[in-house]
């Protein structure tokens, strides 16, 4: 009864370790994304990111994260990373009238229909977008 006690009490310290650090990563004002709720923060590889939803694939994506070099990405409450895409049907990469004229194709997502070009997390397989452009 004694070693019961002991193991599911300690189970307790644990759910509540964890519950302690996903409320360190979001929804407080020192924590690396304030205004991210909960379930927006997924750790990648040991990095917390905070994603969004591809209402395409139905799948979060990471858009920001907090990597040992600082934050990669760009914040999904801000529009300073965004660029209007040129007239017309010109490449979204790769030409002086596209979108990302410097980047390389690999480097271009579409997240919820609008391309976006990306950069790798060190230590990690995911891209998170750095500048997209406008519909």
Sequence with gaps: M?????IAG?????????G???????????SPFPNAAPHEIQTINGVPCRTILDRESNQRIPVQCASPT?????????TGSVLMAP?????????????????????IRVINGVPCRTVLVQGT???VPVECASR
């Design 125 to 127: 397989d995911q891209r």
């Design 70 to 78: 600082g934050m990669i990405g760009m914040d999904p409450t801000t």
């Design 10 to 18: 300690a189970g307790l310290m644990m759910l509540g370790a964890l």
């Design 2 to 6: 004694k070693t019961t006690a002991i």
């Design 20 to 30: 302690q650090a996903q409320a360190q990563v979001s929804g407080t004002p020192g």
């Design 87 to 107: 007239a017309g049907q010109a490449p979204v990469s790769g030409t002086p009238a596209s979108a990302f004229p410097t980047a390389a194709p690999h480097e």
